[in-house]
């Protein structure tokens, strides 16, 4: 792989990650499906009722490290964890899917994974990003300057 982040310390060990030991069936889990490639199960912090994780089944630190086929399978479940969702007697009216990557990010268990946070109308959670408050609009040619710092590193 790449670069990594500046000042991130690399190389967890997967024998201490709560993840992995779940996977291995050494800690508590509130299963809700699994393949060959992902597991979902809640969050043990929920931050909403339904609050779910998708996690690869095998130890990846960051989000550009996960193989392209656990990470099909980890949005390709996450839609159907939403479904299910929506199918359920679960309060959703929209739905937060987010991956913290790096501690500055918010990634607390430094094995890849993804949040599915059902949304309620009012429910005040402090996730998303507004548009209408405080954020501005940059101009077209900063935005350009950007793209292209990007771009050519693709
Ligand atoms: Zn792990």
Not at 1 to 29: P, R, T
Not at 34 to 53: C, K, R, S, W, Y
Not at 84 to 98: E, H
Request: aromatic fraction near 10%; hydrophobic fraction near 40%.
């Amino acid at each position: 792989m790449g670069k990594k982040y500046q000042g991130m310390e690399v190389g967890y060990m997967s024998d201490n990650c709560i993840f992995c030991k779940i996977l291995k069936g050494e800690a508590e889990v509130s299963l809700i499906a699994q393949n060959d490639f992902v597991t979902a199960f809640m969050d043990l912090h929920p931050i909403q009722e339904g609050h779910a994780l998708v996690i690869p089944n095998k130890h990846f630190q960051w989000f550009q490290e996960i193989e392209p086929v656990y990470l099909e399978e980890m949005f390709k479940m996450a839609q159907k964890i939403q479904a299910a969702i929506l199918n359920s007697d679960i309060k959703c009216d929209g739905t937060n899917f987010f991956l913290s990557d790096g501690e500055v990010a918010g990634q607390e268990v430094m094995h890849s994974h993804l949040h599915i946070c059902p949304r309620v109308v009012n429910d005040g959670l402090p996730m998303g990003f507004s548009h209408g408050g405080g954020l501005h609009e940059w101009e077209r040619e900063k935005l350009d300057g950007v793209a292209m710092r990007i771009r050519k590193e693709i």
